[in-house]
Each structure stands twice: as structure tokens, then as C-alpha cells.
């Protein structure tokens, strides 16, 4: 593990034919607002970089490992054009790395849901916290039809 900068820690690893760079984050470098945030995220936020076959050609994906906002992001939804909007071929890992704190802070803060991130054809996502939303929304649903029509 290498310290990128105070509280930013980079683990980087080969995985198949990928590489992959766990960025962990101390929560108290993150600049959170309020106390309600702050019990949301967790100690260390974790985020990962995957960079693929073809890099720098083929732009590297952005996810995140820990779950710091609702509703969650860690779903395997590529966060790169959020975290570097002006990400290309030249511009190497650096700007990604500098882009993540000021992404985590603008995330844990907003006021409201804004959707975050894009999904990529064939990708596996974790839909575990999708699920939990939907069956929540559908037992709703299921006792507001049966007090209406009893």
C-alpha cells in the first residue's frame, strides 16, 4: 500500500489481464457538512480503479467499494465521467486521483438524488441494493392496494 497523499492510500494489483487500484480514503479528509453525513460514511471509503486492456486508449472505470450515500452507488456503475469529466488518452490516472475527494464531498453533501455514473453493456452489477429499494417499494404498493379495497 502507497500513500498518494495524506489520508489517500493506493493498493495496486494485477487481476487477469486488468489491473486494478484500490484507492481507500480517511472519512475525516473528506469534507462532509453535516452530522447526519457523517454517520452515513463509513471510517475508510473505498473506491476502485479498473484499468483495462488497451489503456490509455480504452479509458479506465471508476467504482466504488463502500457504500457512503443513498441511494448507493455501489452497484458497479462506472463513476470516471463524474469523478474526470475531461478524462482522454493523455491525461494518465493522476487527474482521477485528484478528482475523487472533491466527487466523494459533492456526492455526501447534495441535497436531493441526482443520478451519478453509467452503466456499460455486459457488465455485472451488484443489484443487491436495488433489490432491497424495489421490494420495499412493492410491499408499499401492496398494503396501500389492499387498505383501499377492503
Known sequence: MKEFKQGIFLNPKEVSNQYHIDIMLEKNIIGIDSEKAKERVPKIVVLLIVILPGYPNVPPEVLTKSNFCTPSLMDGRDLLKEVCPNWNAKSGLKPILEGILPFLSKVINAKGYKFYGMFHLGA????????????????????????IFI
Open 124 to 147: 455485472i452489477y451488484n443489484l443487491k441494493n436495488f433489490d432491497n429499494m424495489i421490494v420495499g417499494m412493492l410491499n408499499i404498493i401492496l398494503l396501500f392496494n389492499l387498505f
